[in-house]
C-alpha cells in the first residue's frame, strides 16, 4: 500500500511538469540548471560593407564607403541573450570628395542581445595620410543590428587630427555583414537533409 502511495505522489508530480504547469519549484530547477550550464562559443568571420553619410564640424558632408573584416565570437548560453565580442580592421573611404584620405581603421566591439536585435559598442583608431601628411584619430560607433549583426545601422562620432587642426564628423550608415551571411548560407545548406 505505502508503494502504490509512493507511485501515486510520484505520478502527480511528473503529470504537472510534462504538460508545462509544474510548480514553481519544480520549473526553477531546470532553469538554474540551464543557467549553471557552461556557455559555448560559435567563432564566425566577417565582412562587413557599410554605405552612409557624414557630417564634418567644417560644414562639409559627404558619402561614405567602409570596408571591415575581422572575427566575432558569440556566447551561446540558452537562457539569456547573446554576447558577441570581435575585433576588425578595414578601410573608410569618401569616393566623391577628391583629396579625402583612405582611412585604415581597427579596434575591438562588443555587442549584447538577442537573434532579432544586438546593440553594440565600437572604439576604432583611424589613421591616414593626405598631401603626405598623417591624420590619426578615433572613432566610437553604436550599432543597431539584426540577425546577430548580418545587417546593421551605424551611428558614430569621429575625431580626426588633420594637422593644423582637428575635425569631427557625425557619421550614419547601413550595411550587411556578408561573411556571415555567406556562413549562414553554408551551414543552412549543410544542415538539410539529402
Not at 24 to 30: E, I, L, S, T, V
Not at 45 to 64: C, E, P
Not at 111 to 128: A, E, F, I, M, Q
Not at 156 to 182: K, T
Request: positive net charge; aromatic residues 10%.
Amino acid at each position: 500500500m505505502r508503494d502504490a502511495r509512493r507511485h501515486v505522489v510520484a505520478l502527480a508530480l511528473a503529470l504537472p511538469v510534462a504538460l508545462g504547469s509544474a510548480p514553481a519549484a519544480a520549473q526553477r530547477r531546470p532553469a538554474r540548471a540551464a543557467r549553471e550550464a557552461p556557455a559555448s562559443w560559435w567563432k564566425l568571420a566577417t565582412f562587413r560593407t557599410m554605405l552612409g553619410a557624414t557630417q564634418r564640424s567644417d560644414g562639409a558632408s559627404d558619402a561614405t564607403f567602409d570596408l571591415h573584416a575581422g572575427l566575432r565570437a558569440f556566447d551561446t548560453h540558452p537562457t539569456r541573450g547573446y554576447w558577441i565580442f570581435g575585433a576588425d580592421v578595414g578601410l573608410s573611404m569618401r569616393p566623391f570628395r577628391e583629396g579625402a584620405p583612405v582611412l585604415w581603421q581597427a579596434g575591438p566591439g562588443v555587442s549584447y542581445g538577442t537573434v532579432w536585435l544586438t546593440v553594440g559598442w565600437s572604439p576604432r583608431l583611424v589613421v591616414g595620410t593626405r598631401n603626405g601628411v598623417t591624420e590619426t584619430g578615433l572613432r566610437n560607433t553604436l550599432s543597431a543590428c539584426t540577425f546577430l549583426g548580418a545587417a546593421c545601422v551605424d551611428v558614430s562620432h569621429q575625431w580626426l587630427d588633420e594637422g593644423a587642426s582637428g575635425v569631427h564628423e557625425l557619421r550614419l550608415a547601413f550595411g550587411f555583414d556578408l561573411g556571415m551571411l555567406a556562413q549562414a548560407i553554408v551551414q543552412f545548406a549543410g544542415a538539410r537533409p539529402g
